[in-house]
């Protein structure tokens, strides 16, 4: 990994490799690790948000730390990790990461309600984020996040879109069919989560009893919260998407239970 990104990177390993960022077990120092930092707000108090916009710039917050473990040495999930992997598609494409996205996933797969949009310069239809403080008031999210989204979250998009994003994995169309059967494979290297629940690249994995498969991906940033979900088994596609941090867990447990 390290010969492809050009950027010193003094305290990561050369054992990293991208199959490690992509399952979260490099073990790389990461700008907002979860297991230390239980409110990335105040990462903020520090460092002048208005210029977190590539991922260099979010790499830099953390490039002096060492790191948290070996890599494969277990699973961590990493902002960092999907950060570097932002840095390696702008190396080999000679892309912005945002603009790489948008050209070759975002338009062939018309996800034309989806991008990176900046927070100051938000089309007319999109949702604004709040965070509901602890008297019950409520305030936007406008200075808790970053202007524009990077490689580890931030892209706007909608429940339509999100299914035309699954058809488009599943039928190939984003990826190689070799690619995409790795993509949606669990990852023996990969310790559990749960009962049931592993991990593929950059995607959950629910097996039930019956063997069939259900992938998820989920995310939260000050304000949002979001989880969708598809069971080809069943050509099903749900999606949840909240502009508070009103947790989504029990209508998505609601909704597995009724389709069973």
Known sequence: MLDIVKIDLPNCSNKITVNHLLTHTS??????DEEICENIETLWETVPLHKMLKPIDFLKLSIDEKMKFEPGERFHYSNGGFILLGLIIEEISGLEYAQYVEKNILKPMNMNRSGFFKTDRLPEDC????IIEEDG?????LFSTSPIGCADSGMYSCASDLVKMWQN???????TKQL??????IQETVPS????????LGVWIY???TGESIYSIIGHDPGIAFISKCNP???LFISLLGNSEVPLWGISKEIDDFFG
């Open 169 to 175: 994995l599943l039928g190939n169309k984003i990826l």
């Open 127 to 130: 949702a604004t984020a709040y």
């Open 207 to 209: 097996q039930e009893e």
């Open 27 to 32: 073990g790389c120092p990461d700008y907002c």
């Open 180 to 185: 995409t059967s790795k993509m949606l494979r």
């Open 193 to 200: 989560a749960g009962e049931n629940i592993h991990y593929g």
């Open 233 to 235: 088994s069943q050509d």
């Open 137 to 141: 008031t409520w305030r936007s999210n």
